[in-house]
């Protein structure tokens, strides 16, 4: 079975206020994209991907006029594609749902959130926790609440699914370079919170011997920045569970650090123009981590980048797609259930 998560940059923009599909030569929110070569685009990803399950991060938004689900699936039907019934849990203001797309022939999936207060409240709710050693209790929410997924393949095994897009750490808003440390630092401890949150869940899915994968778009990852240093760990590494236990890990080969020589690039999986250095910026914040019983069987991890990767660069229609499609690009997993 492949499962896949993708970060669809502007998904919402594809359709109009009462969600019908904008397949036409307006500019897309993409630079230099219409609105239909982006639609297109996705599709000729999605197609190639050919996953069974694809966790979307910046899904459509879901409202009183709009809805995630009926998009997503007007979507696939459009193009023809396999993975044609969505899933979405609880919706926020953002414009980016997480939403689940998928194979019906293959598994049936349904949202089932779990509360585990205090330690580990729903994820529409909010969590007490110290973000500053103050000695006060700071309520820590989720803009974008991960979707927990109860997921069951055609022949029966039954998984865990959850899908995450933890807070950004950019200092938008920032006027100098004091403001922008300090807002950084503010929403690193914010990000860090959230993933102590998300850790708390996945120990208890380990403490019932559940499958758990847990996908999305972390916006971190080992080495990233510079704030790593000042906080100890990478909310990647504290949500995978690293210093802990083997047995407790989560494991997704490129939640680690590991080059062969200092000068050996990074694996990424997004690609960002900065205007003022004039160049692209990469960076690895697409993951998906499995629990240990999932990698008895040898799990083969893949980045779909378009330059890093051999076939999708030998495939020119599909290495244009990727690029014209989002600023993030898949990360899919093939294992034996």
């Not at 639609?39 to 006029?65: C, K, Q």
């Not at 349904?110 to 207060?117: F, L, N, S, V």
């Not at 996945?202 to 758990?212: C, M």
Request: glycine share 6%.
């Amino acid at each position: 079975m492949r499962i896949a998560t993708y970060n669809i940059e502007w998904f919402a923009n594809l359709f109009n206020r009462n969600g019908q599909m904008l397949d036409d030569d307006e500019w897309s929110a993409r630079y230099n994209v219409t609105r239909s070569q982006q639609l297109g685009a996705i599709a000729i990803v999605l197609t190639a991907l050919d996953a069974d399950v694809i966790m979307v991060i910046e899904a459509p938004d879901n409202n009183s006029r709009r809805q995630t689900v009926p998009m997503l699936e007007s979507f696939a039907a459009h193009f023809g594609l396999r993975q044609n019934k969505a899933l979405v849990g609880y919706s926020n203001d953002t414009q980016q749902e997480i939403a689940l797309l998928y194979d019906p022939d293959k598994v049936s999936a349904r949202h089932d959130p779990i509360d585990e207060a205090p330690l580990a409240p729903r994820f529409d709710a909010s969590l007490k926790i110290d973000l500053d050693i103050d000695a006060t209790l700071d309520l820590v929410t989720f803009s974008k609440p991960p979707l927990e997924v109860a997921l069951e393949t055609a022949a029966g095994r039954l998984l865990r699914l959850i899908g995450v897009h933890i807070k950004s750490k950019a200092p938008h808003g920032a006027t100098s370079p004091e403001a922008a440390s300090r807002i950084a630092i503010e929403n690193r401890r914010k990000q860090l919170a959230q993933c102590i949150w998300l850790r708390r869940r996945v120990e208890g899915h380990l403490d019932r011997g559940e499958s758990l994968i847990v996908l999305g778009d972390f916006n971190d990852g080992p080495g990233l920045d510079e704030y790593e240093k000042l906080f100890g760990r990478s909310g990647v590494e504290i949500v995978a569970g690293e210093g802990g236990p083997h047995a407790r890990r989560l494991r997704d080969p490129h939640a680690r650090i590991n080059r062969p020589h200092p000068t050996a690039a990074m694996p990424s999986s997004a690609r960002f123009y900065l205007p003022e250095e004039k160049q692209y910026f990469s960076a690895m914040l697409d993951y998906i981590m499995l629990s240990p019983d999932l990698c008895a069987d040898a799990p083969d991890w893949r980045i779909w980048h378009p330059f890093d990767d051999p076939a999708c660069y030998r495939t020119p229609e599909l290495r244009e797609a990727l690029l014209q499609a989002s600023d993030h690009f898949p990360v899919s997993v093939d294992i034996s259930l």
